[in-house]
């Protein structure tokens, strides 16, 4: 019996890349998980499929982020294949943004309402559907906290402000024994970072050595992570950031 036999996930974002990998392990450990897409139904459906192929129960959630309304719809959809949530992943997001003098109004609005407007009222709206002890991880990034990309400025930006919702969220939830944290990874081999790392001939060499652990790391690597906070061992951490970039800010 897994570690997370019983419970049910929501994982925004889940139908590729990072988030895939975080609802696969969940899977793994036993939850029953909601795998958000926003336009890709084919991967999410995918990323179903691999759950249930390796004994886990998943569905598929689509709601565009973005949009007015947004929140609402996700958890209509949601509600229609479960009647409570016990662990919600906010990992749904726009990954760059151009250099800020080239940056226009348009983007910038569209960033932070995928990154941070709709996680605020994913949140707000599903806290009443969340029960008694439960977890909340927002997917944050090492670049909140370091100038070493600077031309993806507003998108860091929104991972600063979502490291604010984490962390004053866990004194709003605390009362009721749920958890909340960030988790910020760094350079993560995925279709997100396909033109950075595979881009030019030394593209993976430089991306690694910004490592202190000297590579580049996988989904699972974050999943682990978010496995341990969303378990039983992690019920005594809470309103953390959690610096899972392989040392890139040492």
Same mark, same amino acid.
């Given at each position: 019996?897994?570690v $997370? ?7 925004? %974002?889940?139908?590729r890349?990072i ?9 793994? +450990? &036993? ?6 897409? /926003? ?6 459906k ?6 249930? !192929?390796? %004994? /886990? ?6 709601a565009?982020? %973005? #949009?007015p ?13 479960? +009647?409570?949530? +016990?662990? $919600?992943?906010?990992?749904a ?13 348009r ?6 309402? *995928?990154?941070?407007? !709709?996680? #605020?009222?994913? $949140?707000?709206? @599903? ?6 002890? &439960? ?10 906290? =370091? ?12 991972? /600063?402000?979502?490291?604010?919702l ?7 939830? /605390?009362?009721r024994?749920? =958890? ?32 202190? #652990?000297? @590579?580049v ?8 992570? *978010?496995?341990?906070l969303v378990?039983? &061992?992690?019920?005594?951490v ?6 899972? =970039? ?5």
């Open positions: 019996m897994g $997370l036999t019983g419970r049910t996930a929501l994982v925004t %974002g889940a139908s890349g988030g895939r990998g975080i609802a696969e392990r969940l899977g793994r +450990d &036993g939850a029953r998980v909601g795998v958000h897409y /926003g336009r890709n139904e084919t991967a999410a995918e990323t179903v499929a691999a759950i249930e !192929a390796a %004994g /886990g129960s998943a569905f598929a959630v689509g565009e982020l %973005g #949009l309304g947004d929140a609402e719809a996700l958890w209509a959809e949601f509600d229609r294949h479960a +009647d409570g949530l +016990d662990i $919600l992943v906010n990992n997001g726009i990954g760059n943004t151009r250099p800020i003098q080239e940056l226009d109004e983007e910038y609005d569209k960033v932070f309402a *995928v990154n941070v407007k !709709a996680p #605020l009222f994913i $949140l707000k709206h @599903g806290m009443t559907r969340l029960r008694d002890g &439960g977890r909340v991880v927002n997917i944050s990034s090492g670049l909140a906290r =370091t100038a070493v990309m600077p031309d993806n400025m507003a998108y860091a930006m929104t991972k /600063g402000a979502l490291d604010v984490s962390r004053d969220l866990s004194k709003v939830l /605390g009362p024994g749920i =958890t909340v944290n960030s988790v910020a990874p760094g350079i993560i081999d995925t279709d997100n970072t396909a033109e950075l790392l595979h881009g030019s001939a030394d593209g993976w060499a430089k991306a690694a050595a910004l490592s202190a #652990l000297g @590579g790391g996988e989904p699972a690597e974050v999943a682990d992570v *978010v496995a341990f378990s039983d &061992g992690g019920r005594w809470t309103g953390s950031w959690v610096d899972v =970039t392989g040392g890139s800010l040492t």
